[in-house]
C-alpha cells in the first residue's frame, strides 16, 4: 500500500532489492565520484537558485511567456556561468540542464553554432574583433543556413553574396521568394547579427556556399536595418521559447572582411581562394551532430526515469479475483517496451560520450592541418546523429504510452521532452539524408574491400566471411551478439552494393542506380550504425573498470539490448539462414529471461541517471513516487481552475441551456 508521505512503498522496496550499489553505477556512467559530485553541485546551484522557481511552469505559460521567461532564464544563465567561472562545455551542458530543462534556449543558437562557427571559420582578426563582443552580448547572432525552399540540398541555396571589387563589399540578395531564411533559431526577434551562408560570386563566377557575417539589426535600437526584413516564424509543434526565424535580404552591403576566410578567401581584387577541402565550412554542423547524440541519450534517460519509476508505483488490475492489483512494471508487456528503451538509454551515453571524445581529438588533428579524418569524423556524426535522434524521440513517446492516461498530461513531463527532442530527427540534416551520407561512405568503404586496400578499424567488419553461420548457443555471449550485427551490416552492405551494380549493368547511369536504391542504403547505414552502437555497449561493459556487481547488471542490460534489437528486426538477421530457427528460439528465450533478470534492478537503473526532480519537472517520476499527490496539487495548480464558474459560463453556457444563441449572429 502507498504511504502519502515519505517514500512509496512499493518504490522503497525495488529500492531494497537492487543487486548493485546505485552511487557505483552513476560513477561509472558520469566517469568517475569527482565528476558525480562535480555535476550534482551544478544541478543544486541551479535547482535551489530561487530565480529559476520565480516563474510559472512552462505547460501554464503562453507562447510570449514561452520566449520571454526562457529569455530571462538563458540570460541569467550566461551571466552565471561568467561569475562562477564555467567555462568547460559538460559544466555548462549540467548547469543548463537543470536551470531550465528541455527549454531551446532564445539565445541558444548565439552559443551552440554562432560562436563556435567564427571560432573555428574565422581568422585571428575576426575573432579578435567579434568574439568579445559575442561574448559580452553586444552581438547576439544566429546561423543562417536553411532557406524556405532548401534545407538539406545546401548547393542548392540561393541566397547571393557578389563581391563588389571597387567598393571592397559584398552585396547580398533573396533574389525569390524560396532563398529568404526561414527557421533559423533565435533568429525572428533576438538576434542582431547572423551568420549567413549564401552563394559566392567574384569575378563573375560562382564559387559556392560561403559564411558571411551580417549585421540585422541597429545595435541600440533593435530596429531591423535598410534592406532588411526580418521576423517570428510562428507557433510550431515545439520549440515555443525559440523565436525560429525569417529573413529577406535585399542589396545588404557588408565590408570584405566579414567573410569569415580562414579558410576560403576572396582578396581585395576580387580573385578567390579556395580553401583545404570545401567541407571544411560544414564543421560547424558536425559539431552540432556530435552533441545531439548525448542530448538525445538524455532525453531517453530522463523519460526512463520517469515512466520506470510510475511503472513501480502504479499499479492496475487484480491478478486472480479479489488479490491485490499488481504493480504495472510486473506485466510482461510494460517490461518488454520499458527495458529495452533503459537499455537503449544507456547505450546512447555511451554512445554520446564516445561521439564527443572522437569530435573533439579529429577536429584537433583538422585545426592541426591533417584533414585525412574528416570523412570518418563525418560518416559517424551523422550516423549517430540520425540513430540517436530516431531510437530515443520514439523512445520517449512509448515511455509516454507506458504511462497510461497520465502520460498524456504536461504533468507526467514527457510531453515537454518530446517535443524537444524530436525536432533532432530533422534539424542538422534530416535522418534519411544523413544515413545517406553513411552510405556513401559505406559504398567508398567497399570499394576499397574490392580493391583489396585497407579500411579503418571500425569498417574492418566488412571482411566477415559472409556463408559463416552464427556462433550463438544457449550462452548468448557477447561475442556472438556483435557478430551477429557485424554480419547482418556486412551483408546489407554488399547487397546495396549489388543492386547499385546491377542497375549499372542493366544501363542505368551512376546516379540512376544510386537512386534506384535508397532504400537498400540506408537500411544498410542503419544497420552499421546499430552495430556500431552494440560493438560499443559491449567494449564499454566488458573493457571498462568498474564495481563487480555493478558490471554484471549492465552485462545483463547490454545484452538486453543486443538481444532485444535482434529480435525485433529478425528478417535481416535470418534472410541468409545466418541463424537457424533453434538459434532464434534461443534468443526468444534468452529475452524474456533478461526482462526478468533486470527486473529488480530497474529502479536502480534509472535511479543512476542522478536527475533530480526538479530536473525532471514530472508527478509521475519524481523521486518519493507520491504521484497521487503529485498529480493533485498539479490539477489544483491549474489557471483554469483560478475561478470556480468561468466568465464562459455567463457568456456561452447558460445562454445556450435557454435557447438563446444570439451572442453568435453578432460575430
Ligand atoms: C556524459 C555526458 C557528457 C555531456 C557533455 C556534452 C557536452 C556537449 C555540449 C552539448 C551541447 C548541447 C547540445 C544541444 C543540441 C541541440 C542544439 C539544437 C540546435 C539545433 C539548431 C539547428 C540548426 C540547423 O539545423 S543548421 C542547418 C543544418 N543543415 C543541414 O544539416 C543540412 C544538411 N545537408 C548537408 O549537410 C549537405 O547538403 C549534404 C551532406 C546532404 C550534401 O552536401 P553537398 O555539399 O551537396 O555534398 P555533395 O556534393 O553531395 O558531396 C558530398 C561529399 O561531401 C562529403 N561531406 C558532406 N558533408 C561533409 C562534412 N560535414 N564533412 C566532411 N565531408 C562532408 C560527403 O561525404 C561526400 O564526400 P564524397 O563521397 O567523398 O564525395
Ligand atoms: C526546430 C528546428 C530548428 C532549426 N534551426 C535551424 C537553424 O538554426 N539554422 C538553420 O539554418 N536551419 C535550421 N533548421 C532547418 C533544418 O536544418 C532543416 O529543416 C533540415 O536540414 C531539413 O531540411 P528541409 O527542411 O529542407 O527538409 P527537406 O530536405 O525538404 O526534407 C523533406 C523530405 O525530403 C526528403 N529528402 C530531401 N532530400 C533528400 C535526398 N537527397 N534524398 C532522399 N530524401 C530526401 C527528406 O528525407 C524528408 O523526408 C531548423 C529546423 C527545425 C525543425
Known amino acids: 500500500m502507498a504511504t502519502t508521505t515519505g517514500v512509496n512503498s512499493d518504490l522503497a522496496k525495488e529500492r531494497n532489492n537492487s543487486t548493485f550499489d546505485v552511487e557505483e553505477l552513476s560513477n561509472f556512467i558520469y566517469r568517475g565520484p569527482e565528476k558525480v559530485k562535480r555535476r550534482r553541485y551544478l544541478h543544486n546551484l541551479a535547482t535551489k537558485d530561487p530565480f529559476f522557481r520565480k516563474f510559472k511552469p512552462w505547460a501554464f505559460q503562453t507562447r510570449e511567456e514561452q520566449y520571454e521567461i526562457c529569455l530571462q532564464k538563458h540570460l541569467y544563465i550566461n551571466k552565471k556561468c561568467k561569475e562562477l567561472n564555467l567555462t568547460e562545455p559538460v559544466d555548462k551542458f549540467f548547469y543548463t540542464e537543470a536551470a531550465a530543462p528541455h ?32 561574448e559580452s552580448l553586444k552581438m547576439i547572432g544566429t546561423y543562417a543556413q536553411t532557406e524556405m525552399g532548401h534545407g538539406t540540398f545546401i548547393r542548392g541555396l540561393e541566397t547571393t553574396a557578389t563581391y563588389d571589387p571597387r567598393t571592397r563589399e559584398f552585396i547580398l540578395n533573396s533574389p525569390t521568394i524560396t532563398s529568404m531564411k526561414y527557421w533559423p533559431g533565435n533568429l525572428g526577434k533576438t538576434t542582431n547579427h547572423c551568420l549567413v551562408m549564401a552563394q559566392l560570386y567574384t569575378q563573375g563566377k560562382n564559387c559556392g556556399i560561403h559564411m558571411f557575417m551580417v549585421q540585422i539589426r541597429d545595435l541600440e535600437t533593435h530596429m531591423p536595418l535598410a534592406g532588411i526584413e526580418v521576423g517570428d516564424i510562428g507557433p510550431k509543434f515545439g520549440y515555443g521559447t525559440n523565436d525560429n526565424g525569417f529573413l529577406r535580404l535585399s542589396n545588404v552591403r557588408i565590408p570584405r572582411e566579414n567573410m569569415l576566410m580562414r579558410y576560403s578567401k576572396v582578396l581585395e581584387d576580387g580573385t578567390y581562394v579556395k580553401p583545404p577541402n570545401a567541407k571544411i565550412a560544414y564543421g560547424s554542423m558536425v559539431l552540432v551532430r556530435a552533441a545531439i547524440v548525448t542530448d538525445a541519450a538524455r532525453a531517453l534517460a530522463q523519460a526512463c526515469v520517469i515512466s520506470i519509476r510510475y511503472s513501480a508505483v502504479r499499479r492496475q488490475t487484480e491478478v486472480s479475483p479479489g488479490g491485490e492489483e499488481a504493480q504495472i512494471i510486473d506485466y510482461q508487456t510494460q517490461q518488454y517496451r520499458l527495458f529495452p528503451l533503459l537499455a537503449t538509454s544507456y547505450a546512447m551515453y555511451f554512445a554520446g560520450r564516445f561521439m564527443y571524445d572522437f569530435y573533439l581529438k579529429t577536429t584537433a588533428e583538422i585545426e592541426g592541418g591533417n584533414l585525412d579524418s574528416m570523412p570518418q569524423l563525418h560518416a559517424i556524426s551523422a550516423g549517430l546523429k540520425a540513430f540517436s535522434s530516431w531510437m530515443c524521440s520514439a523512445g520517449v513517446e512509448t515511455c509516454r504510452l507506458c504511462c497510461g492516461g497520465h502520460g498524456y498530461s504536461h504533468a507526467s513531463g514527457l510531453p515537454k521532452i518530446y517535443i524537444d527532442v524530436v525536432p533532432g530527427c530533422t534539424y542538422e540534416g534530416e535522418n534519411n539524408v544523413m544515413m545517406l551520407q553513411v552510405a556513401r561512405f559505406l559504398m567508398k568503404m567497399y570499394g576499397k574491400l574490392q580493391n583489396g586496400e585497407a579500411l579503418p578499424t571500425f569498417m574492418q567488419y566488412m571482411s566477415t566471411d559472409l556463408n ?36 549499372v549493368q542493366s544501363g542505368k ?58 529480435v525485433e528486426n529478425l528478417g535481416g538477421f535470418i534472410q541468409d539462414q545466418f541463424f537457424d530457427s533453434k538459434q532464434v528460439k534461443i534468443l526468444q528465450k534468452k529475452l524474456m529471461q533478461l526482462l526478468a533478470e533486470i527486473r529488480p ?18 508527478c509521475l517520476g519524481r523521486y518519493d513516487g507520491q504521484v497521487y499527490q503529485a498529480l493533485y496539487d498539479y490539477a489544483k495548480s491549474s489557471p483554469m481552475n483560478e475561478k470556480e464558474v468561468l466568465d464562459s459560463y455567463y457568456k456561452y453556457i447558460k445562454p445556450a441551456q435557454n435557447g438563446k444563441y444570439q451572442q453568435y449572429s453578432k460575430l
Open 509 to 566: 547511369s551512376p546516379v540512376e542506380a544510386w537512386n534506384g536504391s535508397t532504400v537498400m542504403l540506408t537500411w544498410a547505414a542503419i544497420a552499421h550504425c546499430h552495430a556500431f552502437v552494440t560493438k560499443l555497449f559491449v567494449e564499454t561493459v566488458v573493457k571498462s573498470r568498474m564495481d563487480s556487481k555493478v558490471q554484471s547488471a549492465l552485462t545483463s542490460l547490454c545484452k538486453l539490448y543486443a538481444v532485444h534489437g535482434i
Open 601 to 618: 534492478n530497474a529502479v536502480a537503473f534509472v535511479d543512476a541517471f542522478d536527475y533530480p526532480d526538479e530536473v525532471l519537472q514530472s
Open 468 to 503: 559463416k553461420k552464427s556462433c550463438m548457443t544457449e550462452e548468448v555471449a557477447l561475442n556472438c551478439l556483435v557478430m551477429a550485427y557485424e554480419h547482418r551490416a556486412a551483408r546489407m552492405i554488399r547487397d546495396a552494393a549489388a543492386s547499385m551494380e546491377k542497375l
Open 103 to 134: 527549454e531551446n534556449s532564445p539565445i541558444g543558437l548565439h552559443t551552440v553554432m554562432f560562436i563556435p562557427t567564427i571560432e573555428k571559420q574565422g581568422t585571428e582578426e575576426q575573432k579578435k574583433r567579434w568574439l568579445p563582443l559575442a
